[in-house]
């Protein structure tokens, strides 16, 4: 059975403040556990079963649920490229799967400072090419979906399928991108403070382990700084009081000057990924809920 219970938007945003925000400011072994400890408390939909199993060498979660047709999600969690795994997202990855009527997979790439870019990129796309052994999966197209650091390596990946000239994904699906590691977008700054997930600080010590030996402003650590022409039909949604802000209306403005069809959502009142809250709070199920459509959309259009 789903639970929804729909809290106040100023009670969920506290909440997260006190608990999220706290967690990303732990080094990264203490931040890991902290996040699985937090996400433990997230209400998992009902009617989906969870399996495990390897895709292209890399560990993968897969969801699965009776109305799913054709077509599968391939997402890709978030936490700064330091934390986060399939169990930290497997909420929001099973609404998200629900919604548009798909299974989905979730691997567990390499993290930072470990492993750092390009790392992450490698297993996102061995996932991806290993996809057409899983026929009942994949016939009717795959979405590629991330959130945060998971929506910037989404973004990054689509790009390397392009330029090896290798199929692209039906479509993009990219919650809260983090697409430029500089932090040099407005909003960085004029957000910080704001938004009740990400801080400024916690951005800047995640990009240098990210990007290793690399540049941050290197377009495989900062996508939004690689070529975005020929990329899939992309849909972007970002909240109004988040620190990437200025980076989303960015990339979907470079997005459509760079002719790829773009659909930017900015959600008002709410903060850094706040779908990951769906369940709790009727603004992150409604985004949810309109990025499900959206994908339903591209991979089954009528």
Same mark, same amino acid.
């Given at each position: ?139 009717? !197209?795959?979405?590629?979906?991330? =959130?945060? @650091?998971?929506?910037?390596? /989404?973004?990054?990946? *689509?790009?390397? $399928? +392009? ?115 769906? !369940?709790?709070?009727?603004?992150? =199920?409604? @985004?949810?809920?309109?990025? /499900?459509?959206?994908? *339903?959309?591209? $991979? +089954?259009?009528?």
């Amino acid at each position: 059975m789903d639970v929804q219970v729909h809290l106040p938007i100023g009670l969920v945003r506290l909440g997260a403040r006190l608990t999220l925000q706290r967690a990303l400011g732990l080094p990264p072994a203490a931040q890991r556990r902290r996040i699985e400890q937090l996400a433990g408390f997230l209400p998992m939909p009902g009617g989906v079963a969870v399996s495990r199993l390897t895709l292209g060498g890399v560990p993968c979660e897969r969801l699965t649920h009776r109305g799913a047709t054709e077509g599968t999600i391939l997402y890709l969690h978030g936490g700064g490229y330091v934390s986060g795994s399939f169990r930290t997202h497997r909420a929001l990855a099973a609404r998200l799967a629900l919604a548009a009527g798909t299974d989905a997979l979730v691997p567990e790439y390499r993290l930072a400072p470990e492993d750092p870019c390009p790392a992450a990129i490698e297993d996102a796309l061995a996932c991806y090419r290993a996809l057409p052994a899983l026929e009942v999966v994949t016939s009717g !197209g795959t979405a590629i979906v991330g =959130d945060s @650091a998971g929506g910037g390596l /989404g973004l990054a990946t *689509a790009q390397a $399928l +392009r330029d090896a000239s290798e199929p692209l994904p039906t479509c993009l699906g990219l919650i809260s991108p983090w697409v430029d590691l500089t932090a040099s977008g407005a909003s960085v700054r004029s957000l910080d403070g704001v938004d009740a997930v990400l801080r400024r600080d916690f951005l800047k010590a995640s990009a240098a382990r990210y990007a290793g030996k690399l540049t941050t402003s290197d377009p495989r650590v900062s996508p939004l700084f690689g070529d975005l022409a020929g990329l899939p039909p992309t849909l972007i949604q970002t909240g109004a009081e988040e620190l990437f802000l200025s980076e989303n209306r960015e990339l979907a403005a470079g997005l459509e000057a760079a002719g790829v069809e773009v659909t930017y959502q900015e959600l008002e009142r709410c903060w850094h990924a706040v779908q990951l809250l769906a !369940g709790f709070l009727r603004e992150a =199920d409604l @985004a949810v809920a309109a990025m /499900g459509t959206w994908i *339903a959309g591209e $991979l +089954r259009p009528s």
